[in-house]
């Protein structure tokens, strides 16, 4: 039976779903990726959100909103990264309870040898690939996917932090 709904856009529907279960299959699988710390892409989006965005310094609420991701779960790949030393906690002076989060020097290192492998063994033939795609097809390509990934309660505001002085949150050794 041809499902009538997906009219011509049956091709690329099928890839599109065959693409988000791979994913979704890896999203929380652990890897090397060409490091040597075991990281998971859910992971690496923590890391790369915080250091396109470092300069804001938001919540863990609030990067968890931007990430989609709910907050139980941010806060567990936060702690697991925290674990991994590839991320450190700091509060505001004015605010013990919010507490935000930074990548360490351990997780920008981590990050740089990820990328490069990133790009070398999955990236690369798909950059060869939209190098020949004029931009704004890219730009409607990325509007598709955007107008796929909406769920309706995204249209929260973007919330602009006030600079913030932070104070390093360390576990501090036992006395015993």
């Known amino acids: 039976m041809k499902l009538e709904w997906m009219r011509d856009n049956r091709y690329f529907v099928e890839r599109l779903i065959k693409f988000a279960n791979i994913y979704a ?53 936060v702690h697991k990264l925290e674990e991994k030393d590839l991320l450190e906690k700091y509060y505001a002076e004015n605010n013990k309870k919010n507490i935000i989060i930074r990548v360490s020097e351990t997780g920008r290192r981590v990050y740089a040898d990820y990328s490069e492998y990133i790009v070398e063994n999955y990236f690369s033939e798909i950059f060869d690939i939209t190098s020949k795609v004029p931009k704004e097809y890219l730009a409607m390509f990325s509007d598709i996917l955007e107008v796929g990934l909406r769920t309706g309660d995204e249209k929260q505001k973007d919330n602009e932090e006030k600079q913030v002085r932070l104070i390093s949150v360390k576990k501090t050794p036992s006395k015993e």
């Open 25 to 77: 299959n890896l999203y929380n699988k652990e890897n090397n990726y060409g490091t040597n710390v075991r990281i998971s892409f859910a992971q690496v989006q923590v890391i790369e959100y915080l250091l396109e965005n470092e300069e804001l310094n938001q919540n863990m609420a609030m990067i968890a909103g931007r990430l989609g991701i709910s907050a139980s779960n941010f806060t567990k790949l």
